[in-house]
C-alpha cells in the first residue's frame, strides 16, 4: 500500500494521510458474504448524489483481515433521513438511537440482499464538516481511518484510506493510541472500550494513554449503565477475561463501576482458600473459562480438565442466547465475579474458631440484583446470575462424605435451580480451581468432577422420560380422592413428580397407588 497523498490542516498543522490500495487488495480483505452488500449501498449513496464514508470499526478490522458485519458510515446529509431511505431500499429494520445528534441504526438479514444467515448491523452518524474533522473526534487512532463509499462502485479507481492520525501504522506494531488528551471527557465510556479493544486485539496501550486514563478514570461513574453493560458484555465475551479485570482494576476503573468489589480486598479466607476474596473472584472467572474449554487454567493442565464432563450438548447449552448481546457462558463469568460479593458483611468467627459466610450466597445473590440492575442488565439475565449465586454452593451439598446423591435429590436440585442448573455445576467447578489454585489435590478434583458427571447424566435421564402430568393432574386428584382444590393439590402432584423422577413410580396405577398411601399416612395430605 503506498502513501499517494499528504494535505496540511491550516487549523492545527496536521497533516492528514491517503494511502492508495491496490483494487484486489481491497477485494482479498472484505468478507465475501458482505461485499455484495457494501457495493449495491455504494451505487445508492451515488444515485442519490450523497456523500458517503465507511469509518472506524470496520476499516480497522478490514486492515486486521478480521471477519466482521458490524459497518459505520458517516453520511453528508440527515443520517436518519438516508438510515430510514436504506433501510426501505434493503428490506432492512430502521432504528433512531440519537435524534438529537442524527444517529441511526439499520439492521439488514434479508435473504436477497445478504446470504443467510449473515445479519449486517449499519450505523449511520451525520458528518456536518469534513471527514478530517470527524476522524479528529473519533477515540483511537486506529479506529480514525475512513474510506469513501464510492471507492467501492467504481472498479476502475483504487480505495483511499483516509488515514489523519497514522492509525495503520498503530495497528502494524499493536498500538492502542487516543486521538487527543480530551478522549475520555468527551466521552467516559472510552475508557472502558480502550481496555476492552486492547484485550480483544491483543494490542497495547500506548502509555501517553494510559496516563490519561488514569488521570480520567473518575468519570466512569458519570457513565449510562446501557453503556456499561454493553462493554462488559464484550468483554466478558472474550477469553481470559481475568487478564483484562485485573487491567482495569491497576487503572481504578473496575471497583469505580462495582464498589462492592472493593470490600472484598484483603479479606481472609479459611486455610484452604489459597486468594483472599477478591483474588479468589476474579481466579473463578479464569478457571470458567478453563472449564468450558476456552483457555488454560494456570494451577491445571489437561489431565484436570479431561476429567471435567462435555458434550456437544453442553457446549450449546453455554452458546445458547440469554438476552440481546449476552449468552449463558458470559452470564456464568459474571455471576463468577459476584458469586462472593457478599463475604465481607457475612463473615463471622463462631465459638470454634472457626470463620465462616453464613448466608453469603443468599445475601449476595440479592446484591447481584442490585449491581446488575445499576448497569441496566435485563431481567432474564438479572435472573439467571441471582439464581446462580443463590445456589452456588448447592452441588458439593449434594453429596456427603463421597456419597453421590438420590435421583430425588438430583431431581430437587434442577427444580429449584430451573434452566441454570447447568451453570451453577460448572461454576461449582471452577469455585474449586480457584479456592484451591496451586494447591489443588487431585484426588478431591476426581470426586468433585464424578459428582458433576453424574448428576448431568442423572439429569439427561429425568429429561428423557415422558412428563409426569401423564399419570395424574389435578382433577384426577379431585375425582378419585374426592380433595378439594386448594395448596395441598400442588403439593401432591409434586410428591407423584419427585416420585416418578426416583423411579418409584412409572405407571398411572402406580401413582394412584402411591397417593393413596400417602393420604393415609401423612395427615397433613388430608
Not at 470496520?58 to 453520511?75: P, Q, S, Y
Not at 448481546?325 to 474458631?353: E, F, Y
Request: charged share 25%.
Amino acid at each position: 500500500m503506498q502513501l499517494i497523498a499528504e494535505t496540511r490542516s491550516t487549523e492545527d498543522n496536521r497533516i492528514y494521510s491517503l494511502y492508495e490500495a491496490p483494487r484486489s487488495f481491497f477485494d482479498t480483505l472484505i468478507e465475501p458474504k458482505i461485499s455484495p452488500l457494501i457495493s449495491r449501498l455504494s451505487h445508492f449513496f451515488e444515485n442519490q448524489n450523497i456523500p458517503a464514508y465507511i469509518v472506524g470499526g470496520f476499516v480497522r478490522d478490514m486492515l486486521l483481515k478480521r471477519n466482521t458485519a458490524d459497518i459505520d458510515i458517516v453520511v453528508s446529509a440527515d443520517a436518519l433521513e438516508v438510515a430510514r431511505q436504506v433501510a426501505n431500499e434493503f428490506n432492512g429494520k430502521y432504528f433512531p438511537l440519537d435524534h438529537e445528534n442524527r444517529i441511526a441504526r439499520v439492521i439488514i438479514a434479508d435473504k436477497e440482499n445478504l446470504p443467510s444467515p449473515v445479519t449486517v448491523e449499519l450505523d449511520f452518524s451525520t458528518l456536518y464538516r469534513s471527514i478530517q474533522d470527524d476522524l479528529g473526534e473519533r477515540d483511537f487512532t486506529i479506529d480514525a481511518m475512513a474510506i469513501e463509499m464510492k471507492c467501492f462502485s467504481d472498479r476502475e479507481t483504487s480505495p483511499l484510506i483516509i488515514d489523519p492520525f497514522q492509525g495503520r501504522e498503530d495497528l502494524r506494531t499493536g498500538i492502542i493510541r487516543s486521538v487527543k488528551n480530551s478522549i475520555f471527557k468527551m466521552d467516559a465510556a472510552r475508557l472502558l472500550r480502550c481496555i476492552r479493544l486492547s484485550h480483544e486485539l491483543d494490542f497495547a496501550i500506548e502509555s501517553g494513554t494510559e496516563a490519561i486514563i488514569r488521570r480520567d478514570s473518575h468519570l466512569i461513574s458519570s457513565v449510562a449503565g446501557e453503556r456499561i453493560r454493553e462493554e462488559l458484555l464484550l468483554l466478558f465475551a472474550g477469553n481470559e477475561t481475568e487478564t483484562a479485570l485485573h487491567y482495569l482494576d491497576n487503572l481504578a476503573l473496575l471497583t469505580a463501576m462495582v464498589p462492592e468489589l472493593d470490600q472484598e480486598k484483603g479479606v481472609q479466607q479459611p486455610p484452604e482458600h489459597f486468594w483472599d476474596v477478591f483474588e479468589h473472584s476474579l481466579k473463578t472467572v479464569s478457571a470458567v473459562d478453563f472449564v468450558l474449554r476456552r483457555s488454560s487454567w494456570d494451577y491445571a493442565g489437561r489431565d484436570y480438565l479431561d476429567m471435567v464432563p462435555w458434550s456437544t450438548e453442553l457446549g450449546s447449552h453455554f452458546d445458547t442466547e440469554v438476552s440481546s448481546g449476552s449468552n449463558r457462558r458470559t452470564l456464568v463469568k459474571i455471576a463468577a465475579i459476584l458469586h462472593d460479593i457478599a463475604k465481607p458483611q457475612t463473615r463471622a468467627i463462631d465459638d470454634q474458631g472457626r470463620m465462616r459466610f453464613l448466608g453469603h450466597a443468599t445475601e449476595g445473590a440479592v446484591l447481584s440484583r442490585d449491581i446488575l440492575e445499576r448497569v441496566r442488565f435485563s431481567n432474564r439475565e438479572i435472573g439467571q446470575v441471582e439464581t446462580i449465586i443463590k445456589h452456588h454452593l448447592r452441588p458439593t451439598q449434594l453429596s456427603q462424605s463421597g456419597v453421590l446423591p438420590t435421583k430425588r435429590a438430583i431431581y430437587r436440585f434442577f427444580r429449584d435451580t430451573g434452566n441454570c442448573g447447568i451453570d451453577i455445576l460448572f461454576l461449582s467447578l471452577a469455585d474449586h480451581l480457584a479456592t484451591r489454585g496451586p494447591a489443588i489435590k487431585m484426588e478431591c478434583w476426581q470426586e468433585h468432577t464424578r459428582l458433576v458427571d453424574y448428576v448431568l447424566a442423572g439429569r439427561f435421564e429425568q429429561e428423557s422420560l415422558p412428563p409426569s402430568k401423564l399419570l395424574l393432574d389435578g382433577n384426577d386428584l379431585i375425582n378419585i380422592f374426592h380433595l378439594k382444590p386448594g395448596p395441598q393439590i400442588g403439593k401432591i402432584l409434586e410428591m407423584v413428580r419427585e416420585a416418578y423422577a426416583d423411579g418409584s413410580i412409572r405407571t398411572r396405577e402406580q401413582a394412584i397407588c402411591y397417593v393413596r398411601k400417602q393420604l393415609e399416612h401423612d395427615i397433613e395430605l388430608k
